[in-house]
């Protein structure tokens, strides 16, 4: 019963992927085919130099977005069998100090693409899927709870959700 939750819960990851792909799609639709430059993030005047700093942040997101992504999805697999069911509480690689290194990635990579593009509609896309991911993570962890009880606790205590804990308090 839990392995068919867990197995549900993981596709926000997919919804998240297509509200990403929607977002860039209607950002291409309005400026390319209507000229709509209203959907872009205006950049102050004589600030330029904010526009690039955006740019260069929206890639450096994109690369570690991907990074992370390909890391916990090459763990994933080792603790997943065929049919997809989780068998064991993954704990090695990013799952050492993120107990949701995915969904973190397409946290990353959404607003890299959101600061890449300067797009107000992938700004909001970012949001959507934060919330999203958020919402998921949180069922997901009640499921994983349930299913491996006190080792679940122990391992949410020295994790972070998304990001690793900086400080950890005894």
């Not at 991907?66 to 090695?92: C, P, R, W």
């Not at 799952?95 to 909001?124: D, K, N, W």
Request: net charge positive; with cysteine.
């Amino acid at each position: 019963m839990a392995e068919a939750q867990i197995k549900k819960a993981l596709n926000g990851g997919k919804l998240s992927g297509i509200i990403i792909a929607g977002c860039i799609l209607i950002d291409v639709v309005a400026g390319s085919v209507f000229g709509l430059s209203v959907l872009k993030i205006p950049t102050p005047i004589g600030m330029e130099w904010l526009s690039w700093m955006a740019v260069a942040a929206g890639i450096a997101a994109l690369f570690a977005g991907s990074v992370v992504g390909y890391l916990s999805h090459e763990v994933f697999h080792k603790a997943a069998s065929a049919d997809g069911a989780v068998k064991f509480l993954m704990q090695d690689g990013v799952y050492a100090s993120v107990r949701h290194p995915f969904y973190a990635s397409l946290m990353m990579i959404s607003l890299g693409l959101a600061l890449l593009f300067q797009s107000l509609v992938l700004f909001l896309g970012f949001l959507i899927v934060v919330f999203i991911l958020v919402r998921e993570s949180r069922i997901e962890e009640k499921i994983l709870e349930n299913t491996f009880g006190g080792e679940y606790f122990r391992y949410r205590q020295k994790s972070g959700m998304f990001f690793p804990k900086l400080l950890r308090l005894k």
